[in-house]
Every structure is written in structure tokens, then in C-alpha cells.
């Protein structure tokens, strides 16, 4: 069985928004994805400024 699940994360906090804090906004956004949905295979949308960025975690 193969689940897909669509998220979006939203960060309305301009400090993440640095460039050179991309390093801690994916490990917040892979620290959630293993929590939340480390089960199945999906497909984030990150919204923070400069560090916005799409992935694909496949199980």
C-alpha cells in the first residue's frame, strides 16, 4: 500500500526567513515530517521567505 500525503508549512517568523538559517529551517521541516508523517511518502511545501523550498520524502 503506498500512501501519499500533501503538507505546507508556513513560517510567518521573518527570523527564519535569513538565508543563513536554511540549514535550521530544514531541520525543523524534517524533524516535523518524521514525527508527523514519517509513515508515508510526501510531499512538503515550505514557505519562509529566502529559504522557501519543495522536497519529497519517499519511504
Do not use: H, W
Not at 535550521?24 to 514519517?38: D, Q, S
Amino acid at each position: 500500500m503506498i500512501y501519499l500525503l500533501i503538507r505546507r508549512l508556513f513560517f510567518d517568523y521573518p527570523t527564519l526567513f535569513k538565508k543563513e538559517l536554511q540549514p535550521v529551517v530544514y531541520a525543523i521541516c524534517e524533524e516535523l515530517v518524521n514525527r508527523l508523517v514519517g509513515y508515508a511518502n510526501t510531499l512538503l511545501a515550505v514557505q519562509a521567505g529566502e529559504n522557501s523550498y519543495e522536497a519529497e520524502y519517499v519511504r
